[in-house]
């Protein structure tokens, strides 16, 4: 990571949900590089399985001189994610960005597909962005605005490749940012979906990626989504509100 010199986001406040790995973490160092003050949330505390805490993403953040809370947050459990927004806002004193990143993949076929595995894609893709943005709107509200950004996947418009949980639970997601970001023009707050617009080949990917194999020329790496974020974070209801973001079109767009 490299020194913090940013100023896009000087003064922001920012709760990134799935923060301990992968795209979330990128776009955590990302806001922080941009002046962001970041709440680190995931379930992961210790290492486990898979690498990444959100005490080693938030420690990297301070160490590059950043400022950073690690808040411990499962995304399907509402007292959990009100404890985790209420932390943030009790030690940085409000919020004004949001980032709906807390995923699980899944990408069998529906016929094969478990209950239990369709039913956890539902509740962390779909319930857990729900959870996080429903918390989070009446302290952006009370900030005068700000910025609620929620992780997609391009494999939402991809139907000539089939079905799958992971798909249909993020279609879900931008159907409600979309809708969402109407209801929220008046209070000033930016609604919007990001994904990547290649495969981004993280932890989770490669641990349930079902063994696909991805070409280099189709792998985008994290910090471009971390980029992409860092720009939809600086939008209020007078820009960009209301779209579905590939994170390279976006920034060639700038």
Not at 3 to 15: H, N, S, V
Not at 108 to 126: A, F, S, Y
Request: hydrophobic share 45%; glycine share 12%.
């Amino acid at each position: 990571m490299t020194a913090l010199d940013g100023t896009a986001l000087e003064g922001k406040i920012a709760f990134v949900a799935g923060a301990s790995r992968g795209i979330g973490a990128a776009v955590a160092a990302a806001l922080a590089e941009a002046g962001a003050a970041v709440a680190v949330a995931a379930r992961t505390e210790n290492e486990g399985r898979l690498p990444g805490t959100i005490h080693s993403v938030a420690d990297r953040i301070v160490a590059a001189g950043g400022r950073a809370l690690p808040v411990p947050c499962d995304v399907t459990d509402e007292e959990s994610v009100e404890a985790a927004i209420g932390a943030t806002v009790a030690t940085f004193g409000g919020l004004d960005i949001v980032v709906a990143n807390a995923g699980v993949l899944w990408q069998g076929p529906i016929e094969t597909t478990p209950l239990k595995r369709w039913q956890l894609c539902l509740d962390v893709n779909t319930t857990g962005v729900f959870l996080v943005t429903k918390s989070a709107i009446p302290h952006l509200r009370a900030r005068g605005g700000g910025s609620l950004i929620a992780v997609t996947t391009t494999g939402v418009t991809m139907t000539d490749r089939g079905s799958n949980a992971y798909w249909v639970s993020k279609a879900a997601v931008e159907r409600l940012y979309l809708g969402l970001a109407s209801d929220l023009r008046g209070d000033n707050i930016a609604v919007n979906c990001l994904s990547p617009s290649r495969v981004v080949l993280t932890e989770g990917w490669t641990a349930g990626g079902s063994g696909i194999e991805i070409p280099p020329e189709m792998v985008e790496p994290p910090e471009t989504m971390g980029a992409a974020a860092v720009l939809l974070a600086a939008q209020d209801a007078s820009g960009i509100t209301g779209t579905v973001q590939r994170s390279e079109t976006l920034l060639s767009q700038r």
